[in-house]
């Protein structure tokens, strides 16, 4: 690779790094959470590999697997790592605290917790 001094537009100052040729540059074309569940060490094949697939049959699909951290491919590794609830209090005054872990890989699919007051409907 090459530095120059770029102070062009949009730039005020700085270096751009340049392969000596394009071809240089490796890039997978793969999502991040692609990257995660056909790369190493979990390399899940065809539906195995799916946000929705569960190759290790611990009832945690793989997109959730990837948001907190576990492992597709190990029984029950993740289930310490699923969002917890706690109560503390006594009624009418529970605080009901729910915490959660993402890892930063997962940040480009935005996980988000949801919730609603009413479970039935
Ligand atoms: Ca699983």
Not at 57 to 72: L, Q, T
């Amino acid at each position: 690779m090459f530095g120059q001094l770029d102070n062009s537009s949009p730039y005020d100052g700085g270096y751009e790094l340049h392969p000596r040729d394009p071809s240089d540059l490796v890039s997978s074309g793969l999502s991040p959470y692609q990257q995660w569940a056909q790369g190493s060490p979990y390399k899940l094949i065809g539906g195995d590999a799916n946000l929705d697939a569960d190759p290790d049959h611990d009832s945690i699909p793989n997109g959730i697997e990837f948001i907190v951290g576990g492992n597709p491919t190990m029984a029950n590794d993740a289930s310490a790592k699923l969002p917890q609830v706690s109560v503390a209090g006594t009624s009418p005054n529970r605080i009901a605290t729910i915490s959660f872990r993402t890892t930063a890989a997962s940040d480009d699919l935005n996980p988000e917790l949801q919730f609603c007051y009413d479970v039935i409907n």
